[in-house]
């Protein structure tokens, strides 16, 4: 044994800091021979090479070491020695550099994807770990805010995309990064964001793109418990760590819950010619979903592998990672990415109770957190609805693309988009379900922006190098007349106005309401609908929109401020459809009152919503057909109300929304909705 080292033990997993030195563990069953490197620099050869033999530094698959007189701050990585026999699942490769799946922070100074590709030894140009020690920051009494989900608006961004853009008026050095985002936060609380949804920011591999481009959208995870470094605008790893945490401080500070979209259904290992940087090289088999013969990787996830996330290893350290954002980078909650790959056993074959999801539904550290499942795969499974547990938020693939063809015109859609308008109890029938855990959206990071929704019929991925053959073929979009830009003004203001449609819609409906990036000032990725590649001007929030759609961004501000004020909005029970109780409701109607038009060749919707307890009564009245319809209007439920104009999407942007107080007050008994608009009424004095 080395006498300038300790045996260890197996536990804590990773590194762990003592006042005396360092413990690290790492798993692996099959390797036959563990080196743990120990660097000075991070672009130099090891500084320390200490071998771990099987009788000293092995307890059952765990391999252990404790280094004294080392601190946080120590750059580290491994070498695993084992068999390399592919058919048997082995891909053990001691020339290969190896990233602890358990590291805090990653330097990827030098790093070459290639490297880890092709055959030699990659030693300078790996990827390393760092020691963090993770108790080592003041958070000054940070309080999760604990919003519930019925007052919950999420805001999906990209922490580089939304202040890199050279106009964001962000300091320069900050720009793209966590202390950036901290100077937006005004803007984020101004406009009734109380939850943003990070997408990818666990530290991932910005090389994984084809013809020399950037991956910008980071579901290629490498590290699941470092924060991105290059989202930091300090070079030193365990200043990107803080500075994480600085940003969480601040959002909660503001009131604003932090929610990450995490990637466990795949890595950015990719297929059996992708690089070998952690999993692979230490334990193919427990890590991924081989295919029969072994030597291929089953691809549920379309990124070439599949994460292995019910065998017990790998359920250890997915709980172990969510038990480490939360407990001490102090988030809200997690998204998970492909969430249907993780009910798949070892063999790929979906199960009834898949035990890693149940531990998340059930872990008392997890209690507290927002869990939201995208309830689907790239292998078929389609689970919206059926996701197993009681906790599961889901994202409503139907509320997108109802809604959207409702607003695009398409016949046979009303009475989906009444099931959606009630908070989906079709596709959700539990009688005790939550209509807040349907996280309704109309876009997301994965496909259109509301902007290029209503400006393209179709896709314009060019710019990818793939022939266009890349991102989704069906959008329900619609051009209003011209593809792309245009100078016609009557065409511009159509697209205005349907854009306000999706705004009315996405917030009035019950549920979670989930707005993307820029959507609210009419951000455009000119027609790209997977810009996953894109870190340019292309993707990036342009702050020069907010002046030119002011109008827009005040009228989505006034929807969030009005909806989140209404107890309506805020129910945790599914609407009642009946006037004969006394609990909060919900009633159809057409043009005509109690009559609506289920029909396929139907356009237009009208519903009134009444919360008897807190004197709420409001008419919304929707249509979709090309040209205007006269609506019956019911009389108010109080003696001496009358109908308030709040929202009539027909109008100049401006004059679009009123707030009740200043509502232009509605005395006949009809209301004339213009083609292609969405008028909402309140009841008042």
Same mark, same amino acid.
């Given at each position: 044994?080395?006498?300038?080292?300790?045996?260890?033990?197996?536990? =804590?997993?990773?590194? @762990?800091? *003592?006042?005396?030195?360092?413990?690290?563990?790492?798993?692996?069953?099959?390797?036959?021979?563990?080196?743990?490197?120990?660097?000075?620099?991070?672009?130099?050869?090891?500084?320390?090479?200490?071998?771990?033999?099987?009788?000293?530094?092995?307890? *059952?698959? *765990?391999?252990?070491?404790?280094?004294?007189?080392?601190?946080?701050?120590?750059?580290?990585? /491994?070498?695993?020695?084992?068999?390399?026999?592919?058919?048997?699942?082995?891909?053990?490769?001691? @020339?290969?550099?190896?990233?602890?799946?358990?590291?805090?922070?990653?330097?990827?100074?030098?790093?070459?994807?290639?490297?880890?590709? $092709?055959?030699?030894?990659?030693?300078?140009? $790996?990827?390393?770990?760092?020691?963090?020690?993770?108790?080592?920051?003041?958070?000054?009494?940070?309080?999760?805010?604990?919003?519930?989900?019925?007052?919950?608006?999420?805001?999906?961004?990209?922490?580089?995309?939304?202040?890199?853009?050279?106009?964001?008026?962000?300091?320069?050095?900050?720009?793209?990064?966590?202390?950036?985002?901290?100077?937006?936060?005004?803007?984020?609380? &101004? !406009?009734?964001?109380?939850?943003?949804?990070?997408?990818?920011?666990?530290?991932?591999?910005?090389?994984?793109?084809?013809?020399?481009?950037?991956?910008?959208?980071?579901?290629?995870?490498?590290?699941?418990?470092?924060?991105?470094?290059? /989202?930091?605008?300090?070079?030193?790893?365990?200043?990107?760590?803080?500075?994480?945490?600085?940003?969480?401080?601040?959002?909660?500070?503001?009131?604003?819950?932090?929610?990450?979209?995490?990637?466990?259904?795949?890595? &950015?290992?990719?297929?059996?010619?992708?690089?070998?940087?952690?999993?692979?090289?230490?334990?193919? =088999?427990? /890590?991924?979903?081989?295919?029969?013969?072994?030597?291929?990787?089953?691809?549920?996830?379309?990124?070439?592998?599949?994460?292995?996330?019910?065998?017990?290893?790998?359920?250890?350290?997915?709980?172990?990672?969510?038990?480490?954002?939360?407990?001490?980078?102090?988030?809200?909650?997690?998204?998970?990415?492909?969430?249907?790959?993780?009910?798949?056993?070892?063999?790929?074959?979906?199960?009834?109770?898949?035990?890693?999801?149940?531990?998340?539904?059930?872990?008392?550290?997890?209690?507290?957190?927002?869990?939201?499942?995208?309830?689907?795969?790239?292998?078929?499974?389609?689970?919206?609805?059926?996701?197993?547990?009681?906790?599961?938020?889901?994202?409503?693939?139907?509320?997108?693309?109802?809604?959207?063809?409702?607003?695009?015109?398409?016949?046979? %859609?009303?009475?989906?988009?009444?099931?959606?308008?009630?908070?989906?109890?079709? #596709?959700?029938?539990?009688?005790?379900?939550?209509?807040?855990?349907?996280?309704?959206?109309?876009?997301?990071?994965?496909?259109?922006?509301?902007?290029?929704?209503?400006? /393209?019929?179709?896709?314009?991925?060019?710019?990818?190098?793939?022939?266009?053959?890349?991102?989704?073929?069906?959008?329900?979009?619609?051009?209003?007349?011209?593809?792309?830009?245009?100078?016609?003004?009557?065409?511009?203001?159509?697209?205005?106005?349907?854009?306000?449609?999706?705004?009315?819609?996405?917030?009035?409906?019950?549920? %979670?309401?989930?707005?993307?990036?820029?959507?609210?000032?009419?951000?455009?990725?000119?027609?790209?609908?997977?810009?996953?590649?894109?870190?340019?001007?292309?993707?990036?929030? &342009?702050?020069?929109?907010?002046?030119?759609?002011?109008?827009?961004?005040?009228?989505?501000?006034?929807?969030?401020?009005? %909806?989140?004020?209404?107890? #309506?909005?805020?129910?945790?029970?599914? !609407? $009642? @459809?009946?006037?004969?109780?006394?609990?909060?409701? #919900?009633?159809?109607?057409?043009?005509?009152?109690?009559?609506?038009?289920?029909?396929?060749?139907?356009?237009?919707?009208?519903?009134?919503?009444?919360?008897?307890?807190?004197?709420?009564?409001?008419?919304?009245?929707?249509?979709?057909?090309?040209?205007?319809?006269?609506?019956?209007?019911?009389?108010?439920?109080?003696?001496?109300?009358?109908?308030?104009? #709040?929202?009539?999407?027909?109008?100049?942007?401006?004059?679009?929304?009123?707030?009740?107080?200043?509502?232009?007050?509605?005395?006949?008994?009809?209301?004339?909705?213009? $083609?292609?608009?969405?008028?909402?009424?309140?009841?008042?004095?």
């Amino acid at each position: 044994m080395n006498p300038d080292v300790l045996s260890g033990q197996s536990f =804590p997993l990773g590194a @762990t800091v *003592y006042p005396d030195g360092v413990n690290f563990s790492i798993f692996s069953k099959n390797a036959e021979v563990m080196e743990l490197l120990l660097f000075d620099a991070p672009v130099s050869k090891p500084t320390r090479v200490i071998q771990l033999n099987s009788q000293a530094h092995r307890t *059952y698959y *765990y391999w252990h070491v404790f280094v004294p007189d080392i601190k946080a701050g120590q750059i580290y990585a /491994y070498r695993a020695y084992g068999p390399f026999a592919p058919e048997r699942g082995y891909r053990f490769d001691g @020339t290969k550099v190896l990233l602890d799946p358990y590291t805090r922070a990653v330097i990827d100074d030098n790093y070459s994807r290639e490297a880890a590709i $092709a055959p030699g030894d990659n030693c300078d140009r $790996a990827l390393k770990g760092v020691v963090v020690n993770p108790s080592d920051y003041n958070w000054e009494g940070d309080k999760p805010p604990s919003i519930p989900y019925a007052a919950t608006v999420i805001y999906e961004l990209h922490v580089r995309g939304f202040t890199r853009h050279p106009n964001s008026g962000v300091t320069p050095v900050k720009r793209g990064t966590y202390a950036g985002l901290i100077e937006k936060i005004p803007y984020l609380k &101004d !406009l009734g964001i109380t939850a943003v949804e990070l997408m990818p920011v666990q530290q991932f591999d910005e090389q994984g793109a084809p013809s020399n481009l950037t991956n910008y959208w980071g579901y290629s995870p490498v590290a699941f418990f470092a924060p991105h470094n290059r /989202y930091s605008s300090q070079p030193d790893p365990l200043a990107v760590v803080n500075e994480f945490r600085d940003l969480v401080k601040a959002l909660h500070h503001a009131g604003i819950e932090v929610i990450l979209d995490v990637v466990f259904n795949h890595t &950015d290992e990719s297929d059996r010619n992708g690089p070998t940087l952690s999993f692979r090289g230490l334990e193919n =088999p427990a /890590y991924y979903i081989l295919e029969a013969n072994k030597v291929n990787y089953a691809n549920y996830s379309g990124c070439g592998n599949t994460f292995n996330g019910n065998h017990s290893i790998v359920r250890q350290l997915i709980l172990d990672c969510l038990r480490y954002w939360v407990s001490q980078m102090h988030v809200d909650g997690f998204r998970f990415d492909l969430a249907s790959v993780l009910s798949r056993d070892e063999s790929g074959q979906p199960l009834e109770n898949p035990p890693i999801l149940w531990s998340i539904e059930s872990d008392p550290v997890l209690a507290g957190t927002k869990i939201i499942a995208e309830a689907w795969d790239a292998g078929g499974l389609y689970q919206v609805g059926t996701f197993i547990g009681d906790r599961f938020c889901q994202w409503n693939g139907p509320f997108r693309d109802d809604v959207r063809r409702f607003v695009k015109g398409d016949s046979g %859609t009303v009475e989906a988009l009444a099931a959606r308008i009630m908070g989906s109890p079709d #596709i959700y029938p539990q009688s005790d379900r939550d209509p807040n855990r349907s996280i309704n959206f109309v876009t997301c990071h994965d496909g259109f922006t509301l902007n290029d929704l209503v400006s /393209y019929n179709s896709k314009h991925n060019e710019a990818n190098g793939e022939d266009n053959h890349d991102g989704a073929n069906d959008n329900y979009s619609w051009n209003c007349g011209e593809e792309g830009k245009t100078d016609n003004l009557a065409i511009e203001a159509l697209r205005q106005r349907q854009i306000k449609n999706f705004l009315t819609i996405l917030f009035l409906a019950q549920g %979670t309401p989930m707005l993307l990036m820029g959507d609210e000032v009419r951000r455009s990725q000119q027609g790209n609908n997977n810009a996953y590649c894109q870190d340019n001007e292309l993707s990036w929030f &342009d702050w020069g929109n907010l002046n030119k759609y002011a109008d827009l961004r005040h009228f989505t501000k006034c929807l969030i401020d009005f %909806t989140q004020a209404k107890a #309506i909005f805020r129910q945790e029970k599914i !609407l $009642a @459809t009946t006037t004969t109780t006394k609990a909060p409701q #919900i009633i159809w109607h057409g043009i005509h009152l109690g009559q609506p038009d289920w029909g396929d060749d139907s356009h237009s919707l009208a519903f009134s919503l009444h919360h008897p307890e807190c004197n709420e009564h409001l008419h919304v009245m929707l249509n979709a057909y090309w040209r205007s319809l006269t609506f019956d209007l019911p009389p108010p439920r109080q003696p001496g109300d009358c109908w308030h104009r #709040i929202v009539d999407t027909a109008l100049p942007t401006s004059e679009s929304f009123c707030f009740p107080k200043a509502a232009s007050p509605i005395k006949e008994g009809k209301y004339e909705v213009a $083609a292609r608009a969405s008028v909402v009424l309140m009841a008042g004095r």
